[in-house]
């Protein structure tokens, strides 16, 4: 089972002359680079800030001008009927969002992703609606499909033991000169971009990041617990609605971009809202606790604390890996501009990462 990256036009014809117009909705003016992702397709960027009506009077005509017409958006930044107007009149729509291994920097400092994920339902973070990852994961076939899962698993050791990650921009050194002698149980935190749409539609009630130290400092009241702030509010790009410096009395706060890779070692339990640093914590067998509803939770693998009455089947490690990194990411050489399967993508970001360090 793939998804497809290029579509047939909505009669099933190739069309007439020229390429096969694309129109972007919601993709900010430096991603430019998707147009490295469809090369046979004619981009039409769309500004994000509209005028009102401007989608009724002007985008709508434009849409149903080619029979060929394809519409990407980039999450929910464009015009709140676009998704219905296209299933309307037939018109191939995908929802648009940077993959699970992205780069070796943070998307908010505008480097391009190595992995992109399409999804024709919704955003794979919104847990309140199905998504094609969340039927992937609830139908895939992996039992009659062992070679699938024997690819995911080597992948996942591959991860793993290349050290990679979403983003790749933290500092590599010995965690022991950080964290101190292990005494105890130790307990991670993930602190995610609060103002971050995985949060918005993966959580059925308000949390912050200081809930969750507070949260995971209840639960394990003699524990060692950390307190990692997401890497964007570390360097500044995001803003903290929640102050770290107030739940300092209850745990220790990172200061530096420590690598996940590094900053997993050694720790026994994780807590996190929705972020994918909870699933690669529980790719190295940590204990995850999710508050939120991350597309990896309700398989059984993680101490849920919000159920998903759609999520009613158990999965292993590998087949959720196997789902979301084989089946639905995608991935393109940011050199040839050609896709690539992530066994590839791996070894194109082990490379980057290695020459943006001896740079």
């Known amino acids: 089972m793939r998804l497809s990256w290029s579509w047939t036009s909505r009669n099933g014809r190739a069309g007439g002359l020229g390429s096969a117009p694309i129109f972007l909705f919601g993709f900010n003016k430096w991603k430019t680079f998707i147009c490295d992702w469809f090369p046979h397709h004619d981009p039409r960027f769309v500004r994000i800030k509209q005028w009102p009506l401007e989608f009724d009077l002007y985008w709508k005509r434009q849409l149903l001008r080619d029979p060929r017409t394809q519409v990407l958006a980039w999450q929910y930044k464009g015009p709140p009927q676009l998704k219905e107007f296209c299933a309307l009149h037939g018109i191939p729509f995908q929802y648009v969002e940077d993959g699970f291994l992205r780069s070796v920097a943070l998307g908010a400092l505008r480097v391009p992703p190595l992995s992109l ?116 509010v570390l360097k500044g790009t995001a803003e903290a609605k929640s102050n770290p410096e107030h739940v300092r009395d209850i745990a220790m706060i990172l200061k530096q971009d420590i690598s996940l890779a590094d900053a997993l070692e050694t720790v026994d339990h994780v807590y996190t809202i929705t972020s994918l640093s909870g699933f690669e914590a529980l790719l190295r067998g940590i204990k995850v606790t999710t508050v939120g509803c991350p597309f990896y939770s309700g398989w059984g693998l993680t101490d849920d604390r919000q159920p998903n009455t759609r999520r009613d089947r158990k999965l292993s490690i590998d087949e959720v890996f196997a789902a979301a990194y084989i089946l639905y990411a995608k991935y393109l050489d940011p050199l040839t501009k050609t896709p690539i399967e992530i066994e590839q993508a791996l070894d194109v970001l082990a490379r980057m990462r290695a020459e943006q360090m001896a740079a």
Do not use: W
């Open 117 to 232: 994920t399409f999804d024709a339902q919704d955003m794979y973070f919104n847990a309140q609606a199905p998504t094609d990852l969340e039927d992937i994961l609830r139908s895939y076939d992996f039992e009659n499909d062992p070679s699938l899962v024997r690819r995911a698993r080597t992948a996942r050791e591959q991860l793993l033991a290349s050290r990679l990650s979403k983003y790749n921009s933290g500092h590599s050194l010995d965690i022991a000169s950080v964290y101190g002698e292990k005494t105890r149980k130790r307990v991670l935190v993930i602190g995610q971009v609060e103002r971050d749409a995985s949060i918005a539609f993966g959580c059925a009630t308000k949390i912050t990041n200081n809930d969750l130290v507070r949260l995971a400092r209840q639960e394990n009241p003699d524990a060692q617990l950390i307190y990692k702030p997401h890497p964007e």
